[in-house]
């Protein structure tokens, strides 16, 4: 089992372009999320999935898309980077629902917009 | 939406005491409260949690305790070591409906471990 892998590791982005973060877990996890970690600020939630076709929004979404079409994957989406995006961003997944069940995190993106 | 306040931002301790952190929450219908860890450059680990329907859980030398009266709760690590230096952070986590699903966490606690 690779748990939950995330790529790229790092990120130089140009303000106003665009990438996409990818995420994916090999544990048959039905719920995914996506949360930045800046300095002092704890970890938030960007977006999340309880399942293949479903997303909903958290508490910092805009500037973000995502979507799940398999299980396994669940990319992020910037689609005009901001300075104010540069992050960490952490990718995790549990089972169910993360207040009954464990969530595993992901090692991690740090994303720098210029 | 559910808040989580958590203190102090930085703690620092002598190899061997004992070091305590706490948070605060504000939604009553939180249920589920899990603690993380996290190295420097690390991702976030899970290290212990405690459900609403119990007051203390151990795990060797760390333990939760939670008062749903007062909605706080707190992480006790016991005969520190260099190696519980971190970052810590408080989650609260099962309300249903309003503010966004899944778990709210605290800001994070730099526990340093004085040898």
């Known amino acids: 089992n690779a748990g939950v892998t995330q790529t790229p590791k790092f990120q130089v982005l140009k303000t106003g372009q665009s990438m996409t973060l990818q995420c994916a877990q090999d544990?048959?996890?039905?719920?995914m999320s996506w949360y930045r970690q800046d300095p002092g600020m704890g970890l938030r939630l960007i977006h999340y999935?309880?399942?293949?076709?479903?997303?909903d929004q958290g508490e910092v979404p805009n500037g973000y898309n995502v979507s799940r079409s398999t299980t396994e994957d669940f990319p992020l989406r910037l689609l005009s980077a901001a300075p104010s995006q540069t992050s960490v961003y952490f990718c995790a997944s549990s089972y169910g629902r993360p207040e009954v069940n464990e969530q595993f995190f992901g090692p991690g993106t740090r994303l720098t917009v210029l | 939406g559910e808040n989580v306040e958590q203190h102090p931002s930085t703690l620092s301790v002598q190899e061997g005491d004992s070091a305590v952190i706490k948070c605060t929450y504000s939604d009553s219908a939180s249920n589920y409260f899990p603690w993380y860890k996290q190295e420097l450059g690390k991702r976030p680990q899970l290290i212990i949690d405690i459900r609403s329907n119990v007051g203390e859980k151990k795990d060797q030398r760390i333990a939760v305790t939670l008062n749903k009266t007062a909605k706080h709760f707190s992480l006790h690590i016991t005969e520190t070591q260099p190696e519980d230096s971190a970052v810590y952070f408080c989650a609260a986590g099962g309300v249903a409906g309003g503010g966004a699903d899944g778990l709210t966490f605290g800001k994070g606690t730099h526990l340093i471990i004085q040898p």
């Open positions: 544990m048959n996890h039905e719920y």
């Open positions: 999935s309880v399942g293949a076709g479903i997303t």
